[in-house]
Structures are given as structure tokens and as C-alpha cells.
């Protein structure tokens, strides 16, 4: 079946511009996470989502990132007034639940603020 | 806090021998999860094997085995019979609670003919 998808692949934009990223998981894969992945460095979480429960945004660096879930299927992580400082590529990733059920990750999207 | 350590920047191996990757890792929860990723120059994540920390034996999977060593805090991952399409970046990673993964900062495999 199909794997996690993100769109765009790629993203330049300008410091300041607000930027919304995409990812559509697995389907019937109950749990949403969204992590950032700074080169050369491992990945960092930002924020969870798990059916209709509340997310859990502790990962969230500053106000400026947000992210919903719609229908418990796709999610939208948007960043607000871009710094360079958050040029990253961030990855989505989709479990089925549980405590150890593995996480599939999609490709990434790469930002690069300019 | 849990935190994962991998002290292994970089790692060459020859073609068709078995290589460790190194992990230790440091949590006071006596119930957790350790996973091991593989991450070509693609980019994308892909899981290669868990070992839960109330497992018994060491988790294998096809060419990849976990050496989990409980008391040592330790869970390397050993690679057998290493092929050219192994050349990535792997990062062990730890359950944190029951949400998310904590990731160390990844070693980069390089396997030569």
C-alpha cells in the first residue's frame, strides 16, 4: 500500500513568509507525529497527534509553528514569519498506535529559508 | 531526561563483512523501547528493528540483530554479510512515554567493495 506522503518535496522561501507543510499518512494509521531533522543533526519531535485526542505540542520550538490534523488523516504544519533559523527538513511519520508499534516516515520536505 | 548516545560518527565496513553500530542510551522508565533507523542519502526514515525492554532475546531481522545488553544500557545494532546498499545513516532512537522517538545523532555507514 502506500507509504507517508509529504508535498512539497522542496520549499525556498523568503525570511518572514509564513509556509505550510503537508503530510498525508498511512491509511487507517491512527497516530500523526511531525519531527525536524537540522543538517548533520538527528531528528527532533515536535508534535503529536493521536485520533481525537487533544495534541500533544511539546516538541513545538516557538509560537510561530503550528500544526492540525483534519479528519484524523492529513495534517498541515505551518510555520509563521520564517527565520533562517528553521531551514530543516522536516519529516512526517505515522503509526498504526500502541506503545511500540514502529513509525513510518515520509521523504521530507526540505525548507530552505533564505 | 532519556537521551540516546551514538559515539560513532562515521563507520567503513568491507563488502560482505558484519559491522556494529554502536548505542547507549539513558532512561530511569523500566518499560521502554529501543528502534534502530536507516536513513539513505534519499532521506527517508526506514525502520529496521525493535527490541522492547522486557524482551528476553535480542530481536532479529533478516540481516540486521540488536545486541541488547540491559545492564549496560546498550543496543547496538550489528549488520551481517554487509552489501554496498547498506552505505546510509543510522540513528537509534528510544520511546519516550508513549508518544514520541528520541533520536542520537547518528552514524554514517559507509560499506566499500
Known amino acids: 500500500g502506500a507509504g507517508v506522503s509529504q508535498s512539497p518535496s522542496n520549499k525556498v522561501t523568503e525570511k518572514g513568509k509564513d509556509v505550510e507543510l503537508r503530510c498525508d499518512p498511512i491509511?487507517?494509521?491512527?497516530?500523526l507525529y511531525w519531527y525536524r531533522q537540522s543538517l548533520g543533526q538527528g531528528l527532533e519531535f515536535l508534535i503529536y497527534?493521536?485520533?481525537?485526542?487533544?495534541?500533544?505540542k511539546s516538541g513545538l520550538p516557538s509560537d510561530r509553528f503550528s500544526a492540525e490534523r483534519t479528519g484524523g488523516s492529513v495534517s498541515t504544519l505551518t510555520i509563521q514569519r520564517t527565520q533562517q533559523e528553521d531551514s530543516a527538513v522536516y519529516l512526517c511519520?505515522?503509526?498504526?498506535?500502541?506503545?511500540?508499534?514502529?513509525?513510518?516516515f515520509g521523504p521530507g520536505t526540505r525548507l530552505t529559508v533564505t | 531526561a532519556q537521551k540516546i548516545t551514538q559515539t560513532q560518527p562515521g563507520m567503513f565496513v568491507q563488502e560482505k563483512e558484519a559491522v556494529t553500530l554502536d548505542c547507549t542510551y539513558d532512561?530511569?522508565?523500566?518499560?521502554?523501547?529501543l528502534f534502530w533507523y536507516k536513513q539513505p542519502s534519499s532521506g527517508e526514515m526506514i525502520f529496521l528493528i525493535y527490541q522492547g525492554s522486557y524482551d528476553e532475546q535480542n530481536a532479529t531481522e533478516g540481516r540486521y540483530s540488536l545486541n541488547f545488553q540491559k545492564a549496560r544500557k546498550s543496543a547496538n545494532l550489528v549488520i551481517s554479510a554487509s552489501q554496498l546498499g547498506d552505505s546510509a545513516m543510522y540513528f537509534c532512537a528510544m520511546r519516550e512515554g508513549r508518544v514520541k522517538l528520541i533520536f542520537g545523532t547518528g552514524t554514517r555507514l559507509q560499506v566499500f567493495p
Open positions: 491509511s487507517g494509521h491512527t497516530a
Open positions: 511519520a505515522s503509526s498504526s498506535g500502541g506503545v511500540f508499534y514502529e513509525q513510518y
Open positions: 497527534f493521536q485520533g481525537n485526542s487533544a495534541p500533544d
Open positions: 532512561t530511569s522508565d523500566q518499560s521502554y523501547g
